[in-house]
T-cell receptor, first 114, second 109 residues
């Protein structure tokens, strides 16, 4: 049982380039999330999807877009990368469509913007 | 607004010592409370949870009690091991998800 799988694990981009971070879960969870983790800041929610076909902004959505492709997959896109988006990005999923369920995390994507 | 405050680390202890990592939350609403653990190079894993006042969550020798009167959810373990070295995150989850900034724990053999 793979759980939550993120690709790629590492990526280096130049300022202005675009890329999509992929996430897939095999637990039949309804809700999926994207976070960024920065030193001294903990985890901050970028976007979430409470069910297939819906997406909503979290705490720090600027500069990002998301797509809930189907129940399993939730992608995060950086249209024009900026150095401030250098971070570790985590995808997570949870049962149901409510925030009070435990979150299941992937192993992260380490992204550097030069 | 809603927030979660954890004690700053790093916390360094010797093996078999008693551990407490403090966590307090803002009192609005009736959140569920969680502790997650993150090992190097990995994502967060659920350690334990409590969904209402006076509930005690426990797992792998760790415990935390939901204290509404003090708005706290402190993590404790009676005898830590080297393998407990990790970063620990407290979180409140209700209509939002708020994580604390994390506490790095080092256990010395």
């Amino acid at each position: 049982n793979a759980g939550v799988t993120q690709t790629p694990k590492f990526q280096v981009l130049k300022t202005g380039q675009s890329m999509t971070l992929q996430c897939a879960q095999d637990m039949n969870h309804n809700s999926m999330y994207w976070y960024r983790q920065d030193p001294g800041m903990g985890l901050r929610l970028i976007y979430y999807s409470a069910s297939e076909g819906t997406t909503d902004k979290g705490e720090v959505p600027n500069g990002y877009n998301v797509s809930r492709l189907n129940k399993r997959e939730f992608s995060l896109r950086l249209e024009s990368a900026a150095p401030s988006q250098t971070s570790v990005y985590f995808c997570a999923s949870s049962e149901g469509s409510f925030f009070n369920q435990p979150q299941h995390f992937g192993d992260g994507t380490r992204l550097s913007i030069l | 607004g809603n927030s979660v405050t954890q004690m700053e680390g790093p916390v360094t202890l010797s093996e078999e010592a008693f551990l407490t990592i403090n966590c307090t939350y803002t009192a609005t609403g009736y959140p569920s409370l969680f502790w997650y653990v993150q090992y190097p190079g990995e994502g967060l894993q659920l350690l334990l949870k409590a969904t209402k006042a006076d509930d005690k969550g426990s797992n792998k020798g760790f415990e935390a009690t939901y204290r509404k009167e003090t708005t706290s959810f402190h993590l404790e373990k009676g005898s830590v091991q080297v393998s407990d070295s990790a970063v620990y995150f407290c979180a409140r989850q209700d209509d939002k998800i708020i994580f604390g900034k994390g506490t790095r724990l080092h256990i010395l053999p």
